[in-house]
T-cell receptor
Framework: QKEVEQNSGPLSVPEGAIASLNCTYS??????FFWYRQYSGKSPELIMF????GDKEDGRFTAQLNKASQYVSLLIRDSQPSDSATYLC????????FGKGTMLLVSP | GAVVSQHPSWVICKSGTSVKIECRSL??????MFWYRQFPKQSLMLMAT?????????EQGVEKDKFLINHASLTLSTLTVTSAHPEDSSFYIC?????????????FGPGTRLTVT
């Protein structure tokens, strides 16, 4: 069973802090990794994808991938209350497998 | 780019009736579209994978005769919930893979909230 594991949270951080979201995956054959943001009652929105080991930065977001440890993370710098949402990690093997998501709460 | 639309955004129907949901890729051609279902406070559950011009591949436990999927063109896939029952009430979300980008990312439609009374 190919799995993507995330802590359900909630992860609470104050406004302006760095939020760190983590994800592990079981399928060593996974090649592509994605972070989606889902607001309550809305569909997921793609934030970032990463294919190679290391860091990938896009604005306030940094995705980190360590294939040896089968670990993916998302860092959100200068967290804003509008970042409060559920963040879904996903990995591709033959299909895209989603984690259950981590709820992030950013307090003003 | 990579915009996916769904119609309707919400629908209420009576038990026993059928409901059709459309998923369109507006600015790209989608070789593959995916249909998900999400119950409140639960994770996304993949129902089926739809490839243009061929039969959909259903996930284990999803009744193919109840959830009819048609992917007649590179920009349109439809999901028909036949003989709907209250337990089918859920948030149905489609996503599309942009083949032009040569990558694996999927773009989600805004979802359709189905309520069966």
């Amino acid at each position: 069973q190919k799995e993507v594991e995330q802590n359900s949270g909630p992860l609470s951080v104050p406004e302006g802090a760095i939020a760190s979201l983590n994800c592990t995956y079981s399928d060593r054959g996974s090649q592509s990794f994605f972070w989606y943001r889902q607001y309550s009652g809305k569909s997921p929105e793609l934030i970032m994808f990463i294919y190679s080991n290391g860091d990938k930065e896009d604005g306030r977001f940094t995705a980190q991938l360590n294939k040896a440890s089968q670990y993916v993370s998302l860092l959100i710098r200068d967290s804003q209350p509008s970042d409060s949402a559920t963040y879904l990690c996903a990995a591709t093997g033959s299909t895209l497998t989603f984690g259950k998501g981590t709820m992030l709460l950013v307090s003003p | 780019g990579a915009v996916v639309s769904q119609h309707p955004s919400w629908v209420i129907c009576k038990s026993g009736t059928s409901v059709k949901i459309e998923c369109r890729s507006l600015d790209f051609q989608a070789t593959t579209m995916f249909w998900y279902r999400q119950f409140p406070k639960q994770s996304l559950m993949l129902m089926a994978t739809s490839n243009e011009g061929s039969k959909a591949t259903y996930e284990q436990g999803v009744e193919k005769d109840k959830f009819l999927i048609n992917h007649a063109s590179l920009t349109l896939s439809t999901l028909t919930v036949t003989s709907a029952h209250p337990e089918d009430s859920s948030f149905y979300i489609c996503s599309a893979h942009n083949r032009g980008q040569g990558a694996d990312e999927q773009y989600f439609g805004p979802g359709t909230r189905l309520t069966v009374t």
